[in-house]
T-cell receptor, first 114, second 115 residues
Framework: DVKVTQSSRYLVKRTGEKVFLECVQD?????MFWYRQDPGLGLRLIYF???????EKGDIPEGYSVSREKKERFSLILESASTNQTSMYLC?????????????FGNGTRLTVT | AQTVTQSQPEMSVQEAETVTLSCTYD???????LFWYKQPPSRQMILVIR??????QNATENRFSVNFQKAAKSFSLKISDSQLGDAAMYFC????????????FGQGTRLTINP
């Protein structure tokens, strides 16, 4: 079974702190994604990556950056956390090849910025 | 840009009955995929069913089936013989058939099953 592991289930940070959300997958997937989930808005794509050291902006990249130094790990960085970044963050991964490859999700990190 | 709309924030159904969740989408593409994901309280997103746009036949997975109306850009999910374990948030999602493999999600529908 594919496993996508997010390092923290719950996280509480202060405004202005630098925050790292870590995601690791064990299936050698090329694609990795970071989504943000908010009530009434569904899931919105922050950043995604097709390969090591590659990254592309999603729909809401402002205030975030990412790092992919190794294929299995995709980090989401909040350079200076703000209260409007309080949310649930979901990481996902998939194979790049083929016409269809399902997304496999982690269990999410609920981040509270106070 | 593609958009996905779920107009029902909440739905409820009696156990063993049938419920239909609505989803519409907007795209100018002809090649794409549509999905329904389930998110139970554990937060783990689970793929329920998928549909390729080039296939006319509606996808079915056990008690779950879709009504795919390509011209109307509608993709509803029908759950038959509802069970307590079906209670969850349900998300409709779109993926382009070319280029980026990212998913575009709807707002979600919270489904409650009444015993």
């Amino acid at each position: 079974d594919v496993k996508v592991t997010q390092s923290s289930r719950y996280l509480v940070k202060r405004t202005g702190e630098k925050v790292f959300l870590e995601c690791v997958q064990d299936m050698d997937h090329e694609n990795m994604f970071w989504y943000r989930q908010d009530p009434g808005l569904g899931l919105r794509l922050i950043y995604f990556s097709y390969d090591v050291k590659m990254k592309e902006k999603g729909d809401i990249p402002e205030g975030y950056s990412v790092s992919r130094e190794k294929k299995e790990r995709f980090s989401l960085i909040l350079e200076s956390a703000s209260t409007n970044q309080t949310s649930m963050y979901l990481c996902a991964s998939s194979f790049r090849a083929g016409t269809y490859s399902p997304l496999h999700f982690g269990n999410g990190t609920r981040l509270t910025v106070t | 840009a593609q958009t996905v709309t779920q107009s029902q924030p909440e739905m409820s159904v009696q156990e063993a009955e049938t419920v239909t969740l609505s989803c519409t989408y907007d795209t100018s593409e002809s090649d794409y995929y549509l999905f329904w994901y389930k998110q139970p309280p554990s937060r783990q997103m689970i793929l329920v069913i998928r549909q390729e746009a080039y296939k006319q036949q509606n996808a079915t997975e056990n008690r779950f089936s879709v009504n795919f109306q390509k011209a109307a850009k509608s993709f509803s999910l029908k759950i038959s013989d509802s069970q307590l374990g079906d209670a969850a948030m349900y998300f409709c999602a779109y993926r382009s058939g070319r280029g980026a493999q990212k998913l575009v999600f709807g707002q979600g529908t919270r489904l409650t099953i009444n015993p």
